[in-house]
């Protein structure tokens, strides 16, 4: 009679009780949006300046000069994180990117759109080591040789108290897409205004005007939210606004740049535009984008489509091992 033998195997699940959502960001473009009149009775024109590198605009002959100190970075570029159910933004702990499968940051395990669990093992197999000490009284010897190996994450700071001195709030809104940052005060802004001696100003004037439109908000991979916009036929100045369930949510302006036949005359023109929104839409209820010249009662509304793209994804090395969440993996066997 042969002696008995006992088989036993050493089995992982993922600890899932303590889970992050990660997101990235970059530094935004400043622009201002200032409104210049030259006096009573006269037209006011809008326009654009970047404050980021400052500006020198001319309208009408009118140079107006805008001095900045540069770009300010009150928060830096970069990947920071939050509780799966928390809006708060938390930093001044290590956390791998989207490509990264560093043992030693927070984030070497990911989930994709799929719900599955997945490393690196090439990464995690210099650190990790798992045997069987004594088959009959269940005892195994572990080591995970890692920064992150079963600790609580002790050192991560909201980013409003990391930053307290430049940075007044910071949330992640429910959607998981939308970072707002309110910064406690930019540098002063210096403005100038340059007349020549003598003018002799030539105002044309022509009547803002459109003949239809088409548009869609879009919530591009990278988070931002826009409203694409095409007119057809239009000149001059139009008002326009996004309404969800009959509610106004954005409102917004532009210019159309004037085109001109040889005799001097306006022409319409189709033209396209893109204007950054912070509201988002939904396509259960019913969003509108409407526009007018400058009389909310002959204001045009349209129903668009609310499209979202996928965030990016990250990529699995080839040498990856997929785990399904919720299953068991045997990992080593004796």
Avoid at 197 to 205: E, L, P, R
Avoid at 287 to 311: P, Q
Wanted: proline share 3%.
């Amino acid at each position: 009679m042969g002696a008995a033998e006992i088989c036993c195997s050493v089995e992982f699940d993922p600890f899932g009780k303590k889970r992050f959502k990660a997101f990235e960001i970059s530094t935004p473009v400043t622009r201002g949006s200032f409104r210049l009149s030259s006096g009573a009775g006269r037209p006011r024109r809008d326009f654009i300046a970047d404050l980021d590198k400052g500006s020198k605009i001319f309208l009408d002959k009118v140079a107006v000069s805008f001095e900045t100190p540069g770009k300010k970075v009150p928060v830096p570029d970069g990947w920071y994180f939050g509780g799966a159910r928390s809006t708060d933004v938390l930093t001044n702990v290590k956390i791998n990117g989207l490509n990264e499968w560093d043992v030693n940051k927070l984030g070497w395990l990911k989930y994709n759109n799929q719900g599955e669990l997945q490393y690196h093992d090439m990464e995690i197999g210099p650190v990790f080591t798992a045997e069987t000490v004594n088959c009959k009284d269940n005892a195994v010897n572990v080591d995970f040789a890692s920064d992150y190996s079963n600790r609580e994450i002790t050192e991560a700071q909201n980013l409003e108290d990391y930053y307290s001195s430049t940075v007044e709030t910071a949330r992640r809104m429910d959607d998981n897409r939308h970072l707002i940052v309110t910064f406690r005060q930019y540098d002063k802004l210096k403005a100038m205004l340059t007349f020549p001696g003598k003018m002799k100003i030539i105002q044309h004037y022509s009547t803002s005007k459109f003949t239809d439109f088409a548009g869609m908000a879009l919530l591009d991979k990278h988070s931002n939210r826009v409203l694409n916009i095409t007119v057809f036929g239009g000149v001059g100045k139009l008002h326009g606004s996004m309404k969800v369930a009959g509610k106004s949510v954005e409102s917004f302006d532009f210019i159309i740049d004037t085109q001109r036949d040889a005799s001097g005359k306006v022409t319409p023109v189709d033209y396209n535009n893109y204007v950054q929104i912070t509201q988002w839409c939904t396509n259960k209820g019913k969003t509108e984008l409407c526009l007018h010249t400058g009389d909310r009662n002959v204001e045009k509304c349209k129903a668009i489509y609310c499209e979202s793209e996928e965030n990016r994804q990250f990529e699995i090395p080839s040498t990856a091992i997929d785990y399904k969440a919720g299953t068991r993996e045997s990992l080593a066997n004796s």
